[in-house]
């Protein structure tokens, strides 16, 4: 049986832990045994991270030690996956680079706040989207910095119409990466639990989850 490990906290606006409730019991369901944690102890302990062949961080904001962003970052190294969504992935401690280095991005801004916009398919060949057309959200759609080795399987274009200056911008939504061993996915929406409801959302999260584990 497969292992993941979900972990969530941080700050309560993300819906960390309802988040983190819509997508175990479709992990369990799909055979895994399924370990939750609500506390950050848990990425210093490096023999429970390199059993899980699948990490889940859920958690806004937040610092971590160096030795649980070497234990963290080494695990994935070695192979273990990690997926997540919106900032409780690639929001997430803030002041640990190495951590940013292997998710692949940082939020920066969500120009506008709750905004209507669409995100756009780009590699409906890959797997991941196979039978996924373009979709619409109302949500926050986050500018981020990006790792340029990213694979983008989705994207979204600022119009402008809040921040002048990004009018036009293509923005990744979506991407897969590697890093060591390990398989990394992201996906930049996911800013409450309502998100999950749009199917779209929905779908491709669990399949990056099963994506990116071991």
Not at 188 to 198: E, K, L, Q, Y
Request: negative net charge; hydrophobic residues 40%; contains cysteine.
């Amino acid at each position: 049986m497969k292992k993941a490990l979900m972990v969530w906290g941080g700050w309560e606006g993300h819906e960390p832990q309802r988040c983190v409730e819509i997508f175990a019991p479709f992990l369990r369901n799909a055979g895994y045994e399924v370990d939750v944690r609500d506390t950050l102890d848990v990425f210093g302990d490096a023999p429970t991270l390199a059993a899980a062949d699948l990490i889940v961080p859920c958690w806004t904001c937040g610092q971590l030690t160096d030795l649980q962003e070497q234990a963290l970052c080494g695990a994935v190294r070695a192979g273990s996956g990690i997926a997540g969504w919106h900032g409780g992935t690639c929001d997430a401690f803030r002041n640990n680079c190495q951590y940013q280095f292997m998710t692949g991005g940082q939020f920066v801004d969500h120009p506008g706040g709750t905004i209507d916009y669409t995100v756009k398919i780009t590699r409906p060949d890959d797997p991941l989207m196979a039978g996924i057309g373009d979709f619409k959200m109302h949500s926050e759609c986050y500018y981020m910095h990006v790792d340029p080795t990213n694979e983008v399987l989705a994207t979204t274009t600022f119009t402008g119409a809040h921040v002048p200056w990004i009018d036009g911008c293509v923005m990744p939504v979506v991407w897969k990466r590697g890093y060591g061993a390990g398989r990394v996915f992201y996906a930049s929406f996911g800013h409450i639990a309502a998100d999950f409801d749009v199917p779209e959302c929905r779908e491709i999260v669990q399949r990056g989850l099963l994506w990116a584990s071991r």
